[in-house]
C-alpha cells in the first residue's frame, strides 16, 4: 500500500509561486506513475500534471503549460509541483496520485486510472 502525503499549499497573492510537495512511503518510488489533480470548490476534480517514472516524459493541461513544472526526486520518494504566476482561478484543493500498473502512459489526465491518493492541499489565491 502506498502512502502519498502533500505539503505546500497556502494563500497568495495573484502573480505568486508555490511549490507543492508529495511524499510517497509504502512502494518502490520508481516504479510509478505520479500525477498531481485540483478540485475548486462546486467543481468536478480535474487533471493538473503527470510524470512518468523515469521522469523522462511530462504532461500538461493546457491551462498550466509553462507555469506549473512537474518533477520528481527519486531519492527523497518526492514528485514537486512548482507553481508559478498564479491566477485567482488556481484556488483548488491539489492532490497527488500514483498509478503503480502504467495506465497513464498514454491516457495520464485519466484519474480512474490513478492507485493512490493523497489528502489533498488548499491552494488559495487572492486577487
Known amino acids: 500500500q502506498v502512502q502519498l502525503v502533500e505539503s505546500g499549499g497556502g494563500l497568495v497573492q495573484a502573480g505568486g509561486s508555490l511549490r507543492l510537495s508529495c511524499v510517497a512511503s509504502g512502494g518502490t518510488f520508481d516504479t510509478y506513475n505520479l500525477g498531481w489533480f485540483r478540485q475548486a470548490p462546486g467543481k468536478k476534480r480535474e487533471f493538473v500534471a503527470a510524470?512518468?517514472?523515469?521522469?523522462?516524459?511530462?504532461h500538461y493541461t493546457n491551462s498550466v503549460k509553462g507555469r506549473f513544472p512537474i518533477a520528481r526526486d527519486s531519492a527523497k520518494n518526492t514528485v514537486y509541483l512548482q507553481m508559478n504566476s498564479l491566477k485567482p482561478e488556481d484556488t483548488a484543493v491539489y492532490y497527488c496520485?500514483?498509478?503503480?500498473?502504467?495506465?497513464?502512459?498514454?491516457?495520464?489526465?485519466?484519474?480512474?486510472?490513478?492507485?493512490?491518493w493523497g489528502q489533498g492541499t488548499q491552494v488559495t489565491v487572492s486577487s
Open positions: 496520485a500514483a498509478d503503480q500498473s502504467f495506465a497513464t502512459s498514454t491516457t495520464p489526465g485519466l484519474e480512474s486510472l490513478y492507485d493512490f
Open positions: 510524470i512518468n517514472r523515469s521522469g523522462g516524459n511530462t
